[in-house]
């Protein structure tokens, strides 16, 4: 069965930079699109970013848009996040979703596979 790992999370500081890695096994990882999405206590998970399987067509949440770049490397099963110029409020557990689809889908429920979370903390 399809498993997602992410690691990369950790705490930095305001202006910083993270790179979140996200690897699939159980599946082949180029049929299925991939997003990050993120959630605070208490909040619902929320969309950041998707990317489908050929690599060429992205999305991103307005919040995160030309701080944040989302890309894959079919030949090692892994999507990661380049998070920079971090911002207090993206403090939050970080998702890595996965599904067949063609599309990018900012909803989580389109997403059937998701990883455990990891933890970011931005510092003001």
């Known amino acids: 069965q399809v498993q997602l790992v992410e690691s990369g999370g950790g705490l930095v500081q305001a202006g910083g930079s993270l790179r979140l890695s996200c690897e699939l096994s159980?599946?082949?990882?180029?049929?299925?699109?991939m997003a990050w999405f993120r959630q605070l206590p208490g909040k619902e998970r929320e969309f950041v970013a998707g990317?489908?399987?050929?690599?060429?067509?992205?999305e991103y949440a307005e919040s995160v848009k030309g701080r944040f770049t989302i890309s894959r490397d079919n030949a090692k099963n892994t999507v990661a996040l380049q998070m920079n110029s971090l911002k207090s409020e993206d403090t939050a557990v970080y998702y890595c979703?996965?599904?067949?689809?063609?599309?990018?889908?900012?909803?989580?429920?389109?997403?059937?596979?998701w990883g455990q979370g990891t933890q970011v903390t931005v510092s003001s």
């Open positions: 990317i489908v399987r050929t690599g060429d067509e992205t």
């Open positions: 979703a996965a599904d067949r689809t063609l599309n990018v889908h900012t909803f989580t429920d389109e997403y059937a596979h």
């Open positions: 159980g599946g082949t990882f180029w049929l299925y699109t």
